[in-house]
C-alpha cells in the first residue's frame, strides 16, 4: 500500500505523470491487476480517449477509467449486486414534490411558497449537499437543538423545523427500499474492504480539486485497501495535517484538499504520503510559448511586488490576444472567424480549440447558431434539459387537455407536437434521400389540414364536449345575421366539413382514450399505465426512432441522440413513479404535476458525436487535456469573477450561521467568490498555445458593460498586448487588409458583401476587395443564384408595379360590381385594396365578439325592430320605454343565435354581455322614438340593398378605359317627410362608435358612403316611389347606452335633455328652416341649439356657423363631385393601381387598424415608403375647392 501526492501548477505535467505511469504498466504487463484511472463524471470520455490514443499498447484490459459512482458500481456488482432500487435526480424530485403536498397542513414556513416554479430543485439540491456531507436528518435534528438557544431568527428556526421534518421524511421515504444516487458513496466506503477488486487495484485520482465528506471516506477506504492510490493537485507547495493555506491564497481549494487528506492519513493511522513535486524549469505544456508560461506562473502577482511587465522582442503573433466586441453576437462571429483561421491557416484540428465560458446561458444559443453558419463542428460539455423536446409538450399538453376540459389552447398544443399525426405516414419506400422528401411533404400536408382545423376551432369557440360528442361539427362559416337559410352554404362546404371531421377524430380519439383511462385509474400505477398507453397508440417510439434516423441523414447526429435517448428517460420516470408510489392515490392535477417535475428534471448527457469537434463548456466544470487554443467568451464585470447566487432556499447568512454552528456544509457565497480565483487561473491555463479572451462593450438591447477586472489584471501584466476591437460587419473606413478576416464563410460573407453594396449604392466608396468577392460569387455555380437574389434586393424598393390589363381583367372584370365602403378602401391605401379585394386575403376568425360584431347587430337590431313596427303600422313614436325595452328584448333573442355562430349563447359572461347590448338597444329605441314625437319624418325603408335585382338599382359609370363599374350596397335606414312640391329622403346609418361627415375626408375620397347612398335613393326616387325627391340630408345615429356624470344633483328632465344631446345625430343636412323644422319641431318653436341634430337656428331663421348644413345648389354640387371621387377610384382599380400609399392626414392614417400591414411591409423609414400625406382643411375650404372644381377650375385656394 502506497499513498502519493502529486502536486504542482497548471501545466507542470500531472497528468501526463499519470498517464505515463498507467502506459508504462500496460507495457510491462497488459494483463494483470486492475489499474484504475478515477476522474470527475465530465471527464470520463476525455481522459479514456487518451488512454486509447496512447501508443505501443499491446492491450489495457487492465486499466480502467471510473469516476466515483462508476466506481461505486463496479464494487457493488462485485459484491453481489445492489438489493435496493436506484433512484435518480427525476425520482427524488418525484418523491419531495409529493411529500410537499402530503406535509402541507404540517409545514410553518413553506406552506405558501412550496409550490413556487423552482422550489423542489433548491430544495432537492440542499438534501443533496446535507448527503454529500454526511448530514443525516438525527444530526440535523441535534444542530437545531443547539440553534434554539442562540441569537437565531424565528424565520430561520421555522425553516429549519420545516426542513428537518421534509428531510426525515424524504430518507424515511428511501430508506430501505431505495437507492439514492448519493447514498451509493456511502455504500462503497462500507464495501471497498470486502472488494477483492479493490485490494488488488492501484488508483490515480487526477482532475479534483475538492472532496466532499463522502468522498473523503471513500478515498480513506481506498487508502487502506488498495495496492496503491496517486492523488494530483493543482498545488504551487504541499500542505501538511493541520496546515490551512491563507484565504485569500489562489490554490485555497487544492491546499485545503491536501491539508484534510493528510489529516486523515494521520487519523487512520495509514503512514506518511510521498509527496512528487512536478517543478520543471519549463512547464510541459507551455513549452512553445513563453507569454503563457509566464501568465500561468504570474496570474495571482501584482506588479511593483517583485513581478515585472512581460515584454517580448519576437515578431511572431502574440499567444495571448484580448478582444473587445461591440456585442455579444460580434464577439461570437469574431471567435468563429478566429477558429476558421486556425484551422485553415495553422493547421489546427477542430479538437484543438475549446470555447470557454461562464455564464453559458447567455451564450449558448448564440454559439449554436453561429458555429452552425460557420461550419463549425462543435460539442456542448454540458447536460441538457429535455423540457423543450416536443415529446415532454406532448404528455404535459395531453394531461392538460383532459384535466381542463380541453380548451383550446391544450388541444393545440399537443396538436403541434406532430405526435398525433397519421402514423405510418402515406409514403411509397424509396431511397432514403428521396423517402425523406415524400415523409417531409406528407408531414407539411398533415399540418395544413391542421391549421384548418385550428382556423375552425378559433372561428367558432370550439371547447370541452364539442371534441368528445359523436356528433358531427356542422357549423359553416358562413352563417351571420343576414342568411336565413344556409343550405347552399352547407352544400359548397360540405366537403371541407366531412375533412374537418376525419382529422378532428384522428387527433380526438387517443386523447378521449386517455381521458377513460384516466377516469378509470386512481393510483399513480394506474395513471402511468394510461399514460404509457397513449405513447403507445400513437406510435411514439417509432416515431422518435424515425426522426432520430432523419436527424442522421441531415448531419445532426446530436439531435438523432437526443430523440434516440429520449423514451428511455421518459420511461424510466414513468417506472421510478410506479416503483416509489404505485399504489398510492392520486388526483388527476396532482399527477399531471409530478409529470411535469419529472419532466423538468430529465437531464440528458450525450456523448460527443465525433472526436474532431470544437469543445464548448464552462469554466468550472470543462476538464480537458491537450487543447491548443482556448478562447474565454464574456470577460465581462459581474461575470467573471461570477456573482454567486443564493440557493433559494436559506439565505447566505443563514448559511454562514449554521457553518459556525457546526453543521457540515459546503462553503458559503463569500468563499465561493474567493474560490473564483482558482477557477479563472484554470481556465486561463487550458491552452498551451493560444489563449484569446474576449467581452462585449454592450448586450442585446444596447446597454453598456463593462470589462472585468482580469482584463485590466492582463493589460498591466503585458502591457505589449494590445486589444482587437471586433465589430459585427466590415466598416467602411478599415483598411483593405482589415477586411480580410471577415472572408471567413461564404454564408456570412454573402451578408457582409451584400452591406458593402448598399454602402456603395449610397455614393460611399468600398475595399477592392469586395468586388473581387463579387465576382468569386459570380464565378460559383452554387452561389451564382443567391447572388442574384442578393442583387436584386439591393435595387428592391417597397414599390408595387401597377398590373398589367389583363391581370386586372382576370382579377376584377371587364364590369366591375363594388361596394362604396370598397371605394373608401381604395382611396385610403391602394395596396390595402388589392389585397382585400384582389387577393382576397383574409384574418383568421376568431370566436370573440369584436366591434364589427356588434355593429352587425345593432344595424340588424334597429333594422328588425322597425321592420316589424311597419308589418305592424305601430307608431315608433308611441311607444313607451318599457314597450321598447320588450321588443328590444325578443328582438335581441331572435337574432342572438345567429351571431358568431352563437357566441352570445356560448356562456355566462356572454350572456352578461347580450343583457348589457339589449340595454343598450333600448335605449337607442327608446330615442329614435323621441326623434318620430319631435318630427314628422317616418321609416321609409330599412336594410335597403341596390344592385342587380335588388331593391334598388345601381349606380352605373362608364369608365374612360372602357369598364362598366356598377356601385352595389345596402342603406341602413331611408326615411321621408312629404315636402311643399317634393318628397323629403334622408339616409340615417346606425353606428357603433361616434362618426361624423368630415368634408375634408370626403374631399379624399375616405368618406362617401352616406352621400352615395343619398344619391342612389334621390337618383331612383321617381321609379322607387313613383314621385322625385328633394335630399333632406345624411346623418349618423351613435347607438350606445351613455352614462351621465354631473357634479351636481340635477332633475330628471335636465337628465332627459342631457341625454339626448348624448344621442346628437352628426351629419350633413338642408339648409332650409322648414325641412329642419320636420325633423325638430322644437328647434321650429324656438330657436337656438337643436338637441338631436347638428343644427343652431338663429331668431331670424338664419342658421349658425357651426350648423352641419348646406344649400341645394351645395348638396348639387357634391352630389357631381362625389360620382366624380368614384368614377376616379373605379378607374384606378380597373387601370390596376396597387400602390402602397396609405394616407395620413393629422394624426390618423390608414396602417391603424389594416390587417394587412405584414404583407406589404410599409414603413416610412424605409426607402421609397412615403405616407400620402393629406391636408386637413376647414369646410369653408372644401367647399370652395368643390365648387371650383365643379366649374372646371382644378386649382387650390391659397394655403391648401
Known amino acids: 500500500m502506497s499513498i502519493r501526492f502529486v502536486i504542482g501548477r497548471a501545466g507542470h505535467g500531472k497528468t501526463r505523470y499519470c498517464l505515463d505511469e498507467i502506459r508504462n504498466s500496460l507495457k510491462q504487463k497488459p494483463e494483470g491487476d486492475p489499474l484504475i484511472y478515477l476522474v470527475p463524471d465530465q471527464a470520463t470520455f476525455q481522459a479514456e480517449l487518451e488512454l486509447v490514443s496512447s501508443d505501443n499498447l499491446s492491450g489495457m484490459i487492465r486499466a480502467q477509467v471510473l469516476s ?36 402541507e397542513k404540517q409545514l410553518v414556513y413553506f406552506q405558501s411558497t412550496y409550490e413556487q416554479l423552482g422550489f423542489v430543485d433548491h430544495l432537492n439540491r440542499l438534501f443533496t449537499e446535507w448527503k454529500r456531507y454526511c448530514v443525516t436528518p438525527e444530526e440535523l435534528g441535534e444542530y437545531i437543538g443547539r440553534l434554539d438557544g442562540q441569537n437565531s431568527s424565528l424565520v430561520l428556526q421555522q425553516k429549519l423545523q420545516d426542513l428537518h421534518h421534509l428531510y426525515g421524511a424524504f430518507e424515511s421515504r428511501l430508506s430501505g427500499e431505495y437507492l439514492d444516487g448519493e447514498d451509493t458513496l456511502s455504500l462503497l466506503a462500507e464495501q471497498i474492504p470486502q472488494s477483492s477488486f479493490i485490494r488488488s487495484a492501484t488508483f490515480w485520482m487526477d482532475g479534483f480539486h475538492g472532496f466532499t465528506p463522502q468522498e473523503l471516506r471513500v478515498v480513506e477506504a481506498l487508502m487502506k485497501t488498495s495496492r496503491g492510490v496517486t492523488v494530483t493537485l493543482i498545488l504551487d507547495r504541499p500542505y501538511y495535517a493541520g496546515e490551512r493555506p491563507d484565504e485569500l491564497d489562489l490554490f485555497y481549494p487544492t491546499g485545503k484538499t491536501m491539508s484534510s487528506l493528510q489529516e486523515l492519513l494521520d487519523q487512520a493511522n495509514i503512514g506518511p504520503a510521498e509527496l512528487i513535486h512536478l517543478q520543471p ?69 477542430w479538437r484543438d480549440v475549446a470555447v470557454l465560458v461562464r455564464n453559458m446561458e447567455e451564450y449558448r444559443e448564440l454559439i449554436a447558431t453561429t458555429f452552425s453558419d460557420y461550419g463549425i463542428p462543435h460539442f456542448f460539455d454540458q447536460k441538457r434539459s429535455v423540457f423543450h423536446h416536443p415529446l415532454s409538450e406532448y404528455l404535459r399538453s395531453a394531461l392538460e387537455v383532459i384535466s381542463r376540459n380541453w380548451r383550446y389552447e391544450a388541444v393545440f398544443r399537443c396538436v403541434k407536437t406532430d405526435f398525433l399525426l397519421p402514423w405510418p405516414l402515406p409514403v411509397e419506400p424509396d431511397s432514403e434521400g428521396e423517402k425523406l422528401l415524400k415523409e417531409r411533404e406528407a408531414i407539411r400536408e398533415q399540418r395544413r389540414l391542421l391549421d384548418r382545423l385550428e382556423n375552425y376551432a378559433l372561428a367558432f369557440g370550439i371547447q370541452g364536449r364539442d371534441w368528445t360528442e359523436t356528433k358531427p361539427w356542422d357549423k359553416l362559416f ?36 386517455l381521458q377513460k383511462r384516466m377516469a378509470r385509474a386512481k393510483t399513480v400505477k394506474q395513471r402511468c399505465e394510461a399514460l404509457y398507453r397513449l405513447l403507445l397508440d400513437t406510435h411514439v417510439p417509432e416515431r422518435l426512432e424515425s426522426w432520430s434516423m432523419n436527424c442522421v441523414l441531415e ?120 474560490d473564483e480565483q482558482f477557477i479563472i487561473y484554470s481556465a486561463l491555463s487550458v491552452p498551451s498555445e493560444k489563449l484569446i479572451l474576449s467581452y462585449a462593450l454592450a448586450d442585446e438591447e444596447g446597454k453598456s458593460l463593462l470589462p ?21 460587419e466590415p466598416g467602411v473606413l478599415m483598411d483593405s487588409a482589415e477586411h480580410l478576416p471577415f472572408l471567413a464563410h461564404p454564408e456570412r460573407v454573402l451578408s457582409y458583401l451584400a452591406v458593402q453594396l448598399k454602402q456603395w449604392m449610397r455614393g460611399t466608396a468600398i475595399a477592392s476587395i469586395w468586388w473581387e468577392v463579387y465576382n468569386w460569387f459570380a464565378r460559383q455555380p452554387e452561389w451564382r443564384r443567391r447572388l442574384s437574389v442578393m442583387a436584386d434586393s439591393l435595387l428592391f424598393t417597397n414599390k408595387e408595379q401597377k398590373l398589367p390589363e389583363s391581370t386586372s381583367r382576370l382579377l376584377y372584370g371587364q364590369k366591375l360590381r363594388a361596394s362604396v365602403s370598397r371605394m ?74 345567429r351571431l358568431q355562430g352563437e357566441i352570445l349563447l356560448s356562456s355566462k359572461r356572454y350572456h352578461y354581455i347580450a343583457s348589457k347590448l339589449k340595454q343598450v338597444v333600448t335605449k337607442a329605441a327608446v330615442v329614435l322614438g323621441e326623434h318620430a314625437k319631435r318630427g314628422e319624418f317616418k321609416p321609409l325603408g330599412m336594410e335597403i340593398d341596390f344592385g342587380p335585382g335588388k331593391d334598388l338599382p345601381p349606380l352605373v359609370f362608364q369608365l ?57 335613393i334621390i337618383t331612383h326616387a321617381k321609379t322607387w316611389l313613383g314621385i322625385p325627391a328633394t335630399p333632406a340630408g345624411v346623418l349618423y345615429f351613435h347607438v350606445h347606452n351613455p352614462i351621465l356624470q354631473q357634479k351636481n344633483r340635477i332633475t330628471s328632465q335636465d337628465a332627459q335633455k342631457e341625454l339626448m344631446k348624448r344621442f346628437k345625430m352628426r351629419g350633413l343636412l338642408m339648409a332650409d328652416p322648414q325641412i329642419i323644422g320636420k325633423m325638430d319641431h ?64 393629422g394624426t390618423q392614417h390608414a396602417c391603424q387598424f389594416c390587417p394587412y400591414k405584414s404583407v406589404c411591409q410599409f414603413d416610412p423609414l424605409f426607402e421609397g415608403n412615403e405616407y400620402h400625406v393629406l391636408k386637413p382643411a376647414s369646410k369653408e375650404k372644401i367647399w370652395r375647392i368643390i365648387e371650383m372644381e365643379g366649374e372646371g377650375n382644378h386649382g387650390k385656394p391659397d394655403g391648401f
Request: proline share 4%.
Open 708 to 728: 472585468s477586472e482580469l482584463v485590466k489584471q492582463l493589460r498591466n501584466l503585458f502591457p505589449d498586448v494590445k486589444e482587437e476591437l471586433v465589430l459585427t
Open 960 to 1016: 374612360d378605359n372602357g369598364c362598366t363599374m356598377e356601385i352595389i350596397g345596402r342603406i341602413d335606414r331611408v326615411d321621408q317627410a312629404e315636402g311643399s312640391e317634393e318628397l323629403l329622403l334622408r339616409v340615417i346609418d346606425y353606428k357603433s362608435s361616434a362618426a361624423s361627415l368630415n368634408l375634408a375626408e370626403v374631399y379624399y375620397g375616405l368618406s362617401l358612403q352616406m352621400l352615395t347612398y343619398l344619391d342612389v
Open 824 to 897: 373608401e378602401r381604395y382611396a385610403a391605401c391602394p395596396f390595402s385594396h388589392f389585397a382585400s379585394y384582389g387577393l382576397r386575403l383574409q384574418e383568421r376568425k376568431i370566436y370573440r365578439l369584436e366591434a364589427p360584431d356588434i355593429g352587425q347587430l345593432f344595424h340588424a337590431a334597429l333594422s328588425q325592430f322597425a321592420n316589424q313596427l311597419r308589418t305592424e303600422q305601430v307608431e315608433w313614436a308611441g311607444l313607451t320605454p318599457e314597450e321598447c325595452g320588450r321588443r328590444s328584448s325578443l328582438v335581441m333573442d331572435q337574432l342572438a343565435p
Open 68 to 103: 466515483f459512482h462508476r466506481l461505486a458500481w463496479r464494487v457493488m456488482q462485485e459484491e453481489g449486486g445492489i438489493a435496493r432500487l436506484p433512484v435518480d435526480e427525476t425520482g427524488k424530485k418525484l418523491l419531495l414534490h409529493k411529500l410537499l403536498h402530503e406535509q
Open 281 to 349: 524549469k519549463k512547464a510541459p505544456r507551455y513549452e512553445h510559448t513563453t507569454m503563457l508560461a509566464y501568465l500561468e506562473q504570474h496570474y495571482d502577482k501584482r506588479i511593483g511586488i517583485g513581478v515585472c511587465t512581460y515584454s517580448s522582442d519576437e515578431d511572431k503573433e502574440s499567444p495571448l490576444q484580448i478582444r473587445a466586441a461591440v456585442n455579444r453576437r460580434a464577439e461570437v462571429e469574431g471567435t468563429a472567424r478566429e477558429i476558421l483561421h486556425l484551422v485553415r491557416e495553422q493547421g489546427a484540428r
Open 555 to 674: 448531419g445532426k447526429p446530436e439531435k438523432a441522440r437526443e430523440h434516440a435517448q429520449l423514451w428511455d428517460s421518459v420511461i424510466q420516470m414513468l417506472d421510478q413513479m410506479v416503483e416509489m408510489m404505485g399504489e398510492e392515490v392520486l388526483s388527476l392535477d396532482l399527477f399531471a404535476k409530478l409529470v411535469d417535475t419529472g419532466l423538468e428534471s430529465i437531464q440528458m448527457g450525450l456523448v460527443p458525436p465525433s472526436l474532431d469537434q470544437v469543445l464548448v463548456g464552462s469554466m468550472d466544470r470543462t476538464r480537458s487535456t491537450r487543447i491548443k487554443y482556448a478562447v474565454v467568451l464574456g470577460v465581462n464585470e459581474g461575470v467573471i469573477p461570477a456573482a454567486v447566487p443564493e440557493d433559494g432556499v436559506l439565505t447566505e447568512p443563514e448559511r454562514e450561521l449554521l457553518l459556525d454552528s457546526g453543521v457540515p456544509m459546503a462553503d458559503g457565497g463569500r468563499r465561493k467568490l474567493l
Open 478 to 513: 358562413k352563417v351571420s345575421l343576414e342568411d336565413e337559410d344556409s343550405e347552399v352554404v352547407k352544400q359548397r362546404e360540405s366537403r371541407e366539413l366531412e375533412q374537418l371531421n376525419r382529422t378532428r377524430n384522428q387527433i380526438a380519439e387517443p386523447l378521449l382514450a
Open 1082 to 1145: 322644437v328647434l321650429k318653436e324656438k330657436n337656438g341649439h337643436s338637441e338631436l341634430l347638428p343644427v343652431a337656428m338663429k331668431a331670424d331663421g338664419s342658421f349658425y356657423k357651426s350648423s352641419a348644413v348646406a344649400t341645394e345648389n351645395q348638396w348639387s354640387t357634391l352630389r357631381e363631385f362625389v360620382r366624380g371621387k368614384v368614377d376616379q377610384i373605379g378607374t384606378g382599380i380597373t387601370e390596376g393601381a396597387v400602390d402602397i400609399a396609405p394616407y395620413r392626414m
